[in-house]
């Protein structure tokens, strides 16, 4: 089938790309020149695992293209695919310029008669509005058709998520618009759930507001966890092992971050408000996340007392590992507070320090390796569990650092192995661990 992706991040270059691979003739549209180019020579603009590889393939077989020009873009395709971002507005709802831009081109810009397909997480009603926006400014006689296909796609294993993913979410008034959209993603073989518009459009804010809901909660167990003395990996296994709750999301940390969470949960109060529902649980998941992101630096100050004059290294700045994406990661909120208080910091993350760079304040330091960023340092700080990091030598600390202190946020490595090197280790929901004085 012939299919058109407008918006190539991390949703709609994953989406056009798999698509390609499935078989379909996929052009992916975008507003920025330089990204188009260079993807039409097969680099990635994201940092993906698997991705580059199954572009150059696909465009190798001449079923993958790209380009700026949506009349061109939109030509005979059956199906348009809308990818663009929903960012967030100051007050938290969702922000659908890029959206109302997109309607617009597609109904000044079709030629034949399309499905779009919206894949870009809008609020409950958005693909009416966009039907609306379509019709009223259409210039050709041809008839549109609106489907709402949330994505449900993780950054870091998002080509992986999509061949894999539990479930594919079609809401249509229109049966034969979403049996199209089906038949686009037989060859997947993953289970359809067929709905109504609206539903589908709540079914991803559902989702996105329950996975933060699971980890704001393991969050606060972890809090009441390090008072009372218990250790939260063993509450969260031995929970996990009632089916009904499952094993997974319960990882305690430092909150979470990303493109998504934060601004879907920001964005489903809102929705929520807009009908005059108050949406206590849900606000208390968010100030929960907010709180949970302060608490390695107020560790730390309870700690040292101050940090100002203190060297301390930062491993891993992306909010998760795996991708090279910075948005609303807990490093900005800490790497801001440790400056703010005068600590000398260095930074080191595998592949999201350009990004980070635009984002981070300009006294931090950045470093090409672990080694360099523990170096003397007086502390470390980690952010994310990145392989690398998990594979850290513990044993090496007590000669590089100048003080062997771990602050880490997402739980790396075992109580046991920390005493066996004898370095002092403070985690999440876990007991610490100080160092043994060694007595000649
Ligand atoms: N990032 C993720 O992991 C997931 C994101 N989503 C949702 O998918 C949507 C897209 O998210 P991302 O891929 O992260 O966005 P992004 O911000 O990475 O990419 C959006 C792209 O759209 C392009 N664009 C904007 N206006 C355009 C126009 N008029 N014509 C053509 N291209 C245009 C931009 O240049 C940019 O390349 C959002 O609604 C997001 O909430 C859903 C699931 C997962
Ligand atoms: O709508 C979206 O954009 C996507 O949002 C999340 O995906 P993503 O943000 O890429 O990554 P996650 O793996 O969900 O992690 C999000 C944040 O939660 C944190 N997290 C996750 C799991 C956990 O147990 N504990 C925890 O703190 C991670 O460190 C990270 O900061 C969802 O998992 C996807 O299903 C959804 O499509």
């Known amino acids: 089938m012939k299919i058109s992706v407008i918006g190539t991040g991390y949703v709609g270059l994953v989406t056009g790309v798999c698509l390609s691979d499935i078989g379909h003739q996929v052009t992916c ?39 700026t020009d949506h009349k061109a873009g939109f030509q005979n395709a059956q199906a348009i695919y809308i990818a663009v971002g929903t960012p967030q507005n100051g007050d938290g709802s969702a922000n659908l310029l890029f959206i109302e831009q997109v309607a617009k081109d597609i109904a000044t810009q079709v030629t034949n008669d399309v499905v779009v397909v919206t894949k870009s997480t809008v609020p409950v009603g ?11 400014q259409l210039v050709n006689d041809v008839k549109v058709e609106v489907v709402s296909n949330p994505e449900f796609l993780r950054e870091g294993s998002a080509v992986k998520d999509t061949f894999y993913g539990d479930r594919i979410v079609i809401g249509s008034d229109s049966e034969t618009a979403a049996s199209l959209i089906e038949e686009v993603n037989k060859s997947f073989g993953i289970p359809v759930y067929k709905t109504d518009i609206r539903s589908a459009e709540m079914i991803k804010y559902a989702s996105n507001a329950f996975l ?24 969260a296994i031995g929970m996990g092992l009632d089916q009904r ?39 208390s998941v968010i100030k929960v996340n907010n709180d949970q992101q302060r608490l390695l630096v107020d560790k730390a100050i309870n700690r040292f007392g ?13 909010f998760k590992p795996n991708t090279d994406d910075m948005r609303e990661a807990a490093s900005i909120k800490i790497s801001q507070e440790l400056v703010q208080m005068g600590a000398e910091v260095v930074a080191y993350d595998p592949i999201a320090m350009e990004n980070a760079k635009k984002l981070l304040p300009g006294a931090i330091m950045y470093v ?43 739980n790396c490595f075992s109580i046991e192995e920390t005493k066996n090197v004898n370095i002092e280790y403070h985690s999440i929901g876990r007991p610490s661990v100080m160092k043994e004085l060694v007595v000649n």
């Open 126 to 136: 958005t693909n009416d509005y966009i039907k609306k926006l379509i019709q009223e």
């Open 245 to 283: 709750i499952g094993n997974k999301f319960l990882n305690a940390g430092i909150g979470y971050g990303g493109s998504c969470f934060p601004k879907d949960t920001n964005a489903l109060v809102q929705i929520a408000g807009n009908v005059e529902h108050d949406f206590e649980l849900l606000k």
């Open 368 to 410: 090409n390796s672990i080694d360099e960023a523990i170096l003397n340092a007086d502390c470390a700080f980690i952010l994310t569990e990145w392989d690398e990091i998990k594979k850290i030598d513990l044993s090496n600390l007590n000669n590089v650092m100048q003080e062997a202190v771990l602050f880490d946020g997402r």
């Open 29 to 67: 549209i975008d507003i920025d020149q330089q990204k188009v180019e260079k993807m039409r020579k097969g680099i990635s603009p994201i940092f993906e695992p698997g991705l580059e590889e199954l572009m150059v393939k696909n465009i190798d077989a001449e079923r993958l293209f790209f380009t």
């Open 212 to 235: 933060a809901t699971k980890i704001s909660f393991i969050n606060e167990i972890s809090n009441i966890c390090e008072k009372t003395g218990a250790n939260v990996e063993d509450v």
């Open 306 to 318: 101050t940090l100002s004059g203190k060297r301390v290294a930062i491993l891993g700045l992306a």
